[in-house]
């Protein structure tokens, strides 16, 4: 008995090499899961501080503080360790008369009042006009080391006097302190030993920003944050931000680790299975084409992996990251209906793991689903800078909005605006790797469909020159195929470039299809004297010149299947019928038929069509809508009889959009015109 083993369809194997990398990278600590708006009840349990955290300034106080700084100067002094030693020197060497016994205390109380620091009784003298000089800091340099003190925390000489006789004053209450070290210049020798610097002090007044605490204060761990149902104040919502703060930065998961990693699991299967789906409802055929789908998931991981890098570094350069430019990497190979909800996916980690993930989802769909639109008309030169100041709107109105309706808060906002400004360029500066991904991925951007559908490139100059018919011909196929194309909702870019080149073989020799007859002064009958075989096959020989031009030219594969699929395998009709006319053998008729391909795209078989019908209408002998009627449903009629729309991806929807497009187009045409009267005498 043979145990039958479950097999994998090949399209979920780089699903699954996707879901991997997203586990691999995201954020292995707990995320703070609540959230709360100033001015609206705390809707959860009554949170209480697991840890000790600082409570943060606003951008609004530091700024405030900042601004108060600007007017305070803080005295700068530089502590004497030499002054410190010679007055204790000076002291130990004085006749303290009968009271010489007090002197090893006096030296002691001295040098503990001296390690503190004594500055001067008088104030500070500064050339700083309205400046006023801090009452309450000071800045102390001591071993080359600059630290801030409260002035609380150094003695003034008259203070140092005075804490000198209250600290003997205890263990020898008898003696008049005050009186003995009057007579026996004890007074005289205390002096400063933090020397005041004036040029220190400009200077650390003009840097003084830096000198702004970023906390405000301290919550113990077990104190209560918030209780529920209470509001939201903006103290409160300040205490809230800060504890959020130290949570996702220094709090690591404290439950079972098991709990993490499944959790990280669940959601990365979760996004995995939103793109697929994402995928199969908006064009199943992608899993089909490996090239392309490969490359779109590698656009879906690198926006992923960016959002985890950054989150992790530094959340706030998250303002500067040109997500935007990831929906124009899809763009460049993919339609808008798969573009848009792929590029919402990539999005996702944005709103799952960022503090202000709303925000930022929210603006970066909004500017990447602008840009989606704008970039079809600001794609060339200088107009993708419009594109990217169009992107930058979006993105500060949709930020302001935030802003006005947290609390109508629009305080240090132009930070951000900057950054995202940045990013906006950024959208133009990393745009070009789109040609980068386009050769590592062997594809075709739609930017290259529409630089190699400009009739003035040197290949198509050629194709002019030299069979100025045939190229005629093109372009009136490209105009064809585009209204068709549009109206059946095709690969427009990828119609107009291969309609330009599906003949290009004819360049080879060009007097051999009747095109280009009247158009070459001198030509003769090219086909005069020749068997329907030797006719037929020089017509057919037009297919693999063009693959070789192509090739020689290196003209992308996307193009070279339209070459060689857009007769099929049909026959040459005319030499056909001539050959059976005169009686050839029926069953030796294999040299007159294509050794192409047939059709296997919608875009393939609306080039096959307009082909056929752009040269036979030369035939038509009424432009009446009945005639076109006909003569388009006659073709399209053939080639499904000669098979040769079997394996073409092509709706019965879509065939008849394409005949009733195409009857309208020669209509449009070959309509009628007025006889203008001969104008008498």
Known sequence: MQISTLKIPRKFFPLIVVFAVLVLLMPRTAKFNYDYKKGSPWPYESLISQFDFPI??????????????????????????????????????????????????????????????????????????????????????????????????????????????????????????????????????????????????????????????????????????????????????????????????????????????????????????????????????????????????????????????????????????????????????????????????????????CGNGMELFVMYLTAGAVAIETFDHLSKGWLQFLNAAIIFGVEVAVFLGFRLIDAGSTSIWWVNVIQLLVGALFTVAFYPLIYLFERIFNLVSQTRLIELADTNTPLLQELAAKAPGTFQHCLQVMNMVDAVGRATDANVPLLRAAALYHDLGKMANPLCFIENESTIPGAAKY?????????????????????????????????????????????????????????GDPSDVQDFYYHGQKPTSKEEVILMVCDSIEAASRSLKEYTPEAFDGFVERIVAGKEKAGQLEDADITIHDLNLMKRMLKTYLQQIYHGRVAYPKRRG
């Open 527 to 583: 086909h005069a004297g020749k068997t329907p075989k030797e006719s037929a096959a020089d017509i057919i020989r037009h297919v693999d010149d063009g693959l070789a031009l192509a090739t020689e030219h290196r003209l992308p594969e996307e193009i070279k299947a339209f070459i060689r699929t857009h007769h099929g395998t049909s026959a040459t009709a005319y030499f056909l019928n001539q050959y059976l006319n005169a009686g």
């Open 56 to 353: 943060l300034k606003t951008e609004e106080q530091i700024q405030a503080e900042r601004e108060q700084s600007g007017s305070i100067v803080v005295p700068y002094y530089r502590y004497s360790e030499e002054v410190s030693s010679s007055v204790v020197k000076k002291v130990q060497s004085l006749d303290l008369g009968g009271y010489n016994s007090l002197r090893p205390a006096v030296v002691t109380r001295l040098a503990d009042i001296y390690a503190k620091g004594v500055i001067s009784d008088g104030k500070v003298k500064l050339e700083q006009g309205s400046a006023q000089v801090s009452q309450d800091l000071i800045f102390v340099q001591r071993n080359k080391r600059a630290l801030e003190y409260p002035l609380t925390e150094v003695y003034k000489v008259s203070d140092a006097k005075d804490q000198l006789v209250a600290e003997l004053a205890k263990n020898h209450p008898s003696v008049n302190l005050d009186s003995l070290f009057r007579r026996t210049g004890v007074y005289e020798a205390i002096v400063p030993n933090l020397l005041f610097d004036k040029s220190m002090t400009e200077l650390t007044h003009a840097d003084s920003d830096d000198y702004v605490s970023p906390t405000l204060g301290y919550v113990k761990a077990e104190e209560k944050i918030v209780s529920k149902g209470e509001i939201v104040t903006a103290e409160v919502a300040q205490i809230l931000d800060s504890y959020k703060e130290e949570y996702n930065k220094v709090f690591g998961y404290d439950g079972p680790r098991i709990f993490l990693y499944l959790g990280n699991v669940l959601i990365g299967l979760a996004l995995v299975v939103i793109l697929y789906f994402c995928l199969f409802f908006a064009n199943p055929l992608i899993f089909a084409d490996n090239k392309r789908y490969l490359y779109l998931l590698s656009v879906f991981l690198l926006a992923a992996v960016v959002t985890f890098i950054i989150e992790r570094v530094s959340p706030g350069l998250m303002y500067m990251i040109p997500y935007p430019v990831f929906a124009l990497y899809l763009l460049a190979f993919f339609r808008k209906r798969v573009v848009l909800p792929v590029y919402m996916v990539s999005l996702l980690p944005l709103l799952i793991f």
